[in-house]
């Protein structure tokens, strides 16, 4: 269930890069742009790293509770990361035919999935705000510092990259 989540947040951040400058703009105001979102990828990515409790010294009760608050956002987003699911294969099968992938249909595939790539960021943003609460000053501090380091993930240089 992880990595279906993971998979389709990702997605959502994929969609979210292809968005036109009104787009863009108007979820800068929604979630701080797309580098918030990316951010809230990767915070998804830290509270699910084994070493999260120790990392950043939880107690047994915070630990309990930002599982519990990521419980509750696969539970309440499973129909939106489902879409995400079936975005991120619809795309893989796009750019894996064997040829030039059809712009314009990737377009298409990014336009019919833009509503549940927003509620996803929305949701992420609110989970980011939930677990903030669950920590300590300290905590947030190391947490942070967590997400940021992790950048996108980027392709290795190399012919053609």
Do not use: C
């Not at 979630?31 to 999260?52: I, K, P």
């Not at 609460?133 to 942070?144: D, F, G, P, T, Y």
């Amino acid at each position: 269930m992880h990595t279906m989540v993971r998979t389709a947040l990702s997605a959502a951040l994929l969609i979210g890069t292809a968005t036109t400058a009104a787009a863009q703009e108007r979820q800068r105001g929604m979630m701080g742009g797309m580098r918030g979102f990316a951010q809230t990828l990767n915070l998804w990515n830290v509270l699910q790293d084994e070493n999260m409790a120790s990392d950043l010294n939880l107690t047994a009760d915070q630990k309990t509770k930002i599982m519990a608050l990521t419980a509750a956002f696969q539970k309440t987003n499973a129909k939106d990361l489902a879409l995400m699911e079936t975005f991120s294969e619809e795309m893989a099968a796009m750019r894996s035919s064997g040829s030039r992938p059809d712009r314009n249909a990737m377009m298409a595939t990014v336009e019919k999935y833009r509503e549940p790539q927003e509620n996803l960021g929305k949701a992420t943003v609110q989970l980011q705000a939930d677990v903030n609460a669950v920590l300590s000053a300290e905590q947030k501090n190391i947490l942070q510092s967590k997400v940021q380091t992790r950048g996108p993930r980027r392709r290795p240089p190399g012919p053609g990259n």
